[in-house]
């Protein structure tokens, strides 16, 4: 396999708070990678660092390419993608229309034809993006009338629409109950499955663990342990620093989808 995101030496300070210390992680090409750890263990902020969202030290590199000077909007343009805790949904289009949305990139020629005509968007991609996110029968449904389940498959859907090289999730399991999860888990199989990795934040670790091909855990934004979801379920560091008491559990249910293990509240990453 090849790396399609490769990064090394990332650091992020705030003030003299160090959220991420030297941080090295790739993604290879049909990877799903899973970024766990306790809140404030830097997992958001390794994705904004990575996006161009907040400045950062280290190097980021995209197929080979390095984008760790680029703005967060041409290294969407070349394809590392990524989603927000809150869905943030356009409530007032259809499905449909989001994921058109985000998938619209017009050159300058065609933005100059729009100034005397209507855009026409290309919808291959969009109907790809719908029915492997199981959303073919929605599309023409407002994202108001959807499960919460459902609106995170959008918010998915509507990043790969864009056709990324990678996609970033960031809580995407957040707020569901156990049915939801099993189902995007499923669903963000096949998306890796179909060609796409994926970069797994989420504090279900049920979840995450059952649907990653390897697993990094940070803490006080180091890495302290990485491997297979099995290697790392029985690292002595992630039990003490993460899973604790919860150890027990998730190695009887074995990390099965929707049985969220040592889940910590709050939004802080």
């Not at 985000?102 to 020629?109: C, D, G, H, T």
């Not at 090289?165 to 888990?185: K, Q």
Request: hydrophobic share 40%; aromatic share 4%; charged share 20%.
């Amino acid at each position: 396999m090849s790396a399609v995101l490769s990064t090394s030496g990332i650091s992020v300070n705030y003030g003299g708070v160090r959220a991420l210390v030297d941080v090295d992680l790739d993604v290879q090409q049909g990877q799903l990678l899973g970024l766990i750890g306790p809140n404030g263990a830097g997992k958001t902020t390794y994705i904004d660092a990575i996006t161009g969202f907040v400045r950062c030290q280290g190097r980021v590199e995209l197929d080979g390419r390095d984008v760790s000077s680029m703005p967060p909007h041409a290294r969407s343009r070349l394809g590392l993608v990524r989603t927000w805790q809150s869905i943030e949904l356009f409530d007032d289009l259809t499905v449909r229309e989001n994921l058109a949305v985000a998938s619209y990139r017009p050159s300058v020629w065609e933005t100059m034809k729009e100034a005397v005509s209507h855009p026409v968007a290309s919808t291959s991609a969009i109907d790809e993006a719908l029915e492997l996110l199981g959303l073919g029968a929605f599309a023409d449904e407002m994202p108001s009338d959807l499960s919460q389940g459902r609106r995170k498959l959008v918010g998915v859907a509507r990043a790969l629409a864009a056709k990324p090289r990678l996609i970033c999730l960031d809580e995407p399991a957040a707020g569901l109950d156990t049915n939801e999860s099993a189902e995007l888990g499923r669903h963000l199989r096949e998306v890796v499955d179909a060609g796409t990795p994926i970069l797994l934040v989420d504090h279900d670790m049920g979840l995450v663990l059952s649907i990653s091909d390897y697993v990094v855990v940070l803490e006080f934004g180091k890495v302290i342990a990485q491997g297979s979801p099995e290697v790392v379920r029985r690292d002595p560091q992630v039990v003490t620093a993460y899973l604790g008491s919860a150890a027990a559990e998730l190695e009887s249910n074995g990390g099965r989808p929707g049985a969220p293990v040592g889940q910590a509240s709050g939004d802080e990453q």
